[in-house]
């Protein structure tokens, strides 16, 4: 094993900062009263008094996010969850006063979720949350609401057909770019991952089998796939409920990740594809009606 193989590693996610220029604040007005941001609670927001505590809960030790972070996860989670639904306005005074959050908190928070499509902003109009046609759903953070909400069900079968859908071309494209510094780094993965499977750790099961995941969809030369490895790690961080191979601390699990490996050393693009089939497809232990291989859906 490399001496990156004994690295601590963790499961890289995109960073949004949600800063912006100093001239698009004014978009989201917000009163100059004395006190705003302090005040009582509006009752326009009494109905999401319940999932609000429950979500802030949640959101309070979300990878050490600070008040603005913790308010983009708070009002997403609502959004997603549909506690505020489309077209619902979102008046900064009343969001201010309800989280107890600055004016510059509230208007980088409502920045972030126009973003990723949850919110829009318009002149005379206001700031009001868009439909679900309008979101971006292959943001991480979208992906993450979405699988520990009411769409959890969804989302994960759709998650599952997704990387159905481009992992196999991967290991594919992989096996003909194969790079020996890469080659190394995909076999320290899979020591990584045996290790972890001996010692019965999960975690850092998980972290070595997505950065696996990632370096395939990195080396396969085609930057398209290369964009959508913060979505497979996102598929995987959520995941919940054992869906594949890639999900369980399994000998099994283990074997087919090497397969791969060794199908991409020896340049092997049929057996690479089929390698990461094998792993994508659900456990022999599981029942069928758990989400595993996609199957055709009725419209």
């Given amino acids: 094993m490399s ?16 800063l912006a220029g100093s001239g698009e604040l004014d978009r989201y007005s917000y009163a100059d009263a004395p006190g705003a941001g302090r005040g009582s609670a509006p009752s326009s927001w009494d109905g999401a008094e319940a999932e609000i505590g429950r979500v802030g809960r949640r959101a309070a030790g979300n990878r050490g996010r600070g008040l603005h972070g913790q308010l983009v996860q708070q009002l997403g989670q609502m959004i997603v969850s549909g506690d505020l639904g489309a077209d619902r306005p ?6 201010g006063q309800r989280f107890e959050v600055s004016r510059t908190v509230v208007r980088e928070s409502l920045r972030v979720l126009e973003a990723k499509g949850l919110v829009s902003a318009r002149p005379n109009v206001g700031t009001r949350v868009r439909p679900v046609s309008d979101w971006n759903l292959l943001d991480p953070d979208i992906i993450e609401w979405r699988a520990f909400g009411p769409q959890r069900d969804d989302q994960r079968r759709e ?33 990584i991952m045996t290790h972890a499977l001996t010692q019965g750790d999960a975690l850092t099961f998980s972290r070595a089998d997505a950065e696996f995941h990632a370096l395939l969809l990195q080396v396969g030369g085609n930057r398209m796939l290369e964009h959508l490895a913060g979505i497979v790690a996102a598929a995987l961080h959520v995941s919940g409920a054992p869906v594949s191979g890639c999900d369980r601390l399994t000998e099994a699990g283990v074997a087919h990740h090497r397969r791969i490996v060794e199908a991409i050393g020896e340049g092997d693009a049929a057996a690479s594809e089929a ?21 055709p859906r009725e419209h």
Avoid: F, K, Y
């Fill in 90 to 95: 979102l008046v900064p005074e009343e969001i």
């Fill in 3 to 18: 001496t990156l193989a004994h690295t601590t590693m963790t499961a890289a996610r995109p960073a949004d900062s949600g």
């Fill in 159 to 191: 998650l599952c057909e997704l990387r159905w859908t481009i992992e196999p071309l991967a290991a594919r494209l992989a096996a003909g770019h194969g790079r020996e510094e890469v080659q190394q780094r995909l076999a320290d993965m899979v020591e």
């Fill in 275 to 295: 390698a990461m089939r094998q792993l994508l497809t659900v456990h022999p232990d599981l029942d069928h009606a758990e989400v595993g291989v996609p199957a």
